[in-house]
């Protein structure tokens, strides 16, 4: 079993910067991918940014391609999301996610098998 949780959210004003983190439990963690999405109010959770199990392999929204960068550090169990240059618009409760299948960058919600509890990210214009 992994227990995912994230921090670092918070409130920023527009082009401001923010780094969420995302910690697990349990010894696995360096053989899961992992992903990043992001859910408002009333709307689907969206998906944001995937890690494969070694960090060699990344993808991310075209939302966010150019701003935001996904990292892990797998000695610390931790996958980190690095938002720069952020818009109102990506304001959202943003989760990690865990994908047993560690070569997999899914962006399908469905496709992971652990959920953090999620961290408010909210942009001022």
């Known amino acids: 079993q992994v227990q995912l949780v994230e921090s670092g959210g918070g409130l920023v004003q527009a082009g401001g910067s923010l780094r969420l983190s995302c910690t697990a439990s349990?010894?696995?963690?360096?053989?899961?991918?992992m992903g990043w999405f992001r859910q408002e109010p009333g709307r689907e959770r969206e998906f944001v940014s995937a890690?494969?199990?070694?960090?060699?392999?990344?993808l991310y929204a075209d939302s966010v391609k150019g701003r935001f960068t996904i990292s892990r550090d797998n000695a610390k169990n931790t996958v980190y999301l690095q938002m720069n240059s952020l818009k109102p618009e990506d304001t959202a409760v943003y989760y990690c996610?865990?994908?047993?299948?560690?070569?997999?960058?899914?962006?399908?919600?469905?496709?992971?098998?652990?959920w953090g509890q999620g961290t408010q990210v909210t942009v001022s214009s």
């Open positions: 996610a865990a994908d047993a299948n560690g070569y997999r960058m899914s962006q399908l919600t469905t496709q992971y098998n652990h």
């Open positions: 349990g010894r696995r963690f360096s053989s899961y991918a």
């Open positions: 890690i494969t199990w070694s960090g060699k392999g990344t």
